[in-house]
């Protein structure tokens, strides 16, 4: 241990910052293994950074403690970290119509960051045990999610139907009653001919749904397609209803 509150030795210095490297390391390896935006890199340059800063602001201006009029504030720059962050966080969030994915890897490298910081404070164990409680978080939790949504599906679905009043609520009632999940709705419409005659506007409306019993689904479709004013349904194609994060 160093003899003095605000200087380091080298070697104290460089097994902080192989420490960084590992537990860093650690939680982008669980995102590089599941293919996630932000891998195993991202988070050991994330986390080495951080424990530099700290190491700096608690470290590198140590020669001035002890000027009457200097103030040393060992927080001021890891404040600044756990704000700045947040533009590599964003950079991994996608947006998909109502399907947001990319937030548990923005979570794991702003998490990353604060652990980063832990170590160049020094502060091992809170390191040691937010490391452990992340990777729990993002494997353990992860496969348990996966066990409850075993079975679930993504489905896709395009109905083109004459345009007419009250025709979205009811097509959300029918799904709603099947037990079907609407994920993400998208919507066009265009004059065509119809059987009701030219020029009637008809309206293109196509579902991401979550699909559990397949007998519901095609229940749930069937009494769509049944409908006068709808042309026709068509069903697209079939996804893993698991989340990426």
Known sequence: MT????????????????????????????REWNNHAAGLRTHIL???GSTTIMLLSVYGFSEFVNEPNVRTDPARLAAQVISGIGFLGAGAIMRNGNMIKGLTTAASVWVVAAIGLCVGAGFITGALLCTLFVLISLYVLNKLEKLHLKGR?????????????????????AFHGHGIQILNMKMTS????????????????????????????????????????????????????????
């Open 3 to 30: 003899a003095h509150i605000w200087y380091i030795t080298h070697w104290e210095l460089f097994v902080r910052l192989m420490l960084s490297a590992l537990l860093g390391g650690l939680i982008g390896m669980e």
């Open 190 to 245: 265009s004059p065509s001919e119809t059987p009701y005659g030219t020029g009637m506007s008809v309206m293109v409306i196509q579902l991401t749904l979550q699909v559990k019993h397949e007998d519901k689904y095609v229940a749930a479709m069937d009494e769509i397609a049944s409908w006068t004013h709808v042309l026709s349904v068509q069903a697209g194609s079939i996804r893993s209803a698991a989340s990426a994060g």
């Open 46 to 48: 994330v986390c080495l």
């Open 153 to 173: 599906r993504n489905r896709e679905l395009e109905i083109e139907l004459v345009d007419q009043a009250g025709s979205l609520t009811k097509i959300t009632a």
